[in-house]
């Protein structure tokens, strides 16, 4: 046998190839867009801090002048002055602002010569940022919000509060953030000064930026204003029953 014999055998001839033709079918037709109107967006709605209500406040504020400081500030007790609580319960004013205790220190030239030798004092801003809650005649202070107590609280009644003039600052303040032409504070800083009633001496500074609320500083004069016209209490004996070690003189 022959080699060639193994090999496979020729194809067979084939037909050339006939494709079937394409099936008919509706024409597709595309409808024009439907003019729609034109979407919206509507700014979100500023909301203002949790704060007491009108009606609360009046009804606290009766209590308080019929003498029961318990049922106006009953709920807050030691174990449960952290902020976050505070806020639940709703209060007169919250706010950020640079606080400060007391005036500038004042050697004997300042004393003694205050025309030669009274340079102001100069504080940044965020420096001595803190985070105040009042309620009713109580001033808690807080580094901020988070924070599970008070730095300390300062009895409201024992002041009086005194807008400063930027350009005519109070001796006994403090110049915060001021600005590079003239030294005066920054000009969205509004200061409030509180001045011992007895002694009329600095005791304490707020200064409030108003550069995204233009009302903080004067709602918290408003605040203050409102315990003036109100019986006394004492944040002591409300607070801290049994003793008063955080309560700032």
Do not use: W
């Amino acid at each position: 046998m022959s080699a060639y014999e193994q090999l496979a055998k020729p194809a067979p001839d084939v037909g050339p190839a006939v494709a079937d033709g394409a099936r008919l079918h509706d024409d597709v037709v595309v409808e024009a867009a439907k003019p729609s109107e034109e979407a919206v967006v509507a700014p979100a709605k500023a909301v203002a801090p949790a704060m007491m209500g009108t009606a609360a406040m009046n009804k606290r504020d009766a209590q308080r002048q019929a003498g029961n400081g318990n049922a106006v500030m009953g709920v807050v007790q030691r174990d449960s002055l952290a902020a976050a609580d505070l806020l639940k319960i709703g209060s007169d004013f919250q706010s950020k602002c640079c606080l400060i205790k007391g005036g500038p220190p004042k050697n004997f030239l300042r004393r003694g010569l205050p025309m030669l030798f009274d340079e102001r004092d100069f504080i940044s801003y965020g420096e001595s940022l803190r985070f105040i809650v009042v309620q009713g005649p109580c001033c808690f202070v807080f580094t901020d919000e988070a924070d599970a107590h008070p730095l300390y609280v300062i009895n409201l009644e024992d002041y009086k509060a005194i807008v400063e003039d930027p350009k005519k600052p109070d001796k006994d303040s403090y110049t915060v953030s001021p600005r590079t032409r003239n030294n005066e504070a920054r000009e969205t800083l509004v200061t409030i000064l509180l001045k011992d009633k007895k002694t009329r001496k600095q005791a304490y500074q707020f200064s409030f930026d108003t550069a995204n609320d233009n009302t903080v500083a004067k709602r918290f004069l408003d605040v203050l204003n409102r315990n003036n016209k109100l019986k006394p209490l004492n944040c002591e004996e409300v607070i801290f029953p049994t003793t008063s070690k955080k309560v700032a003189k």
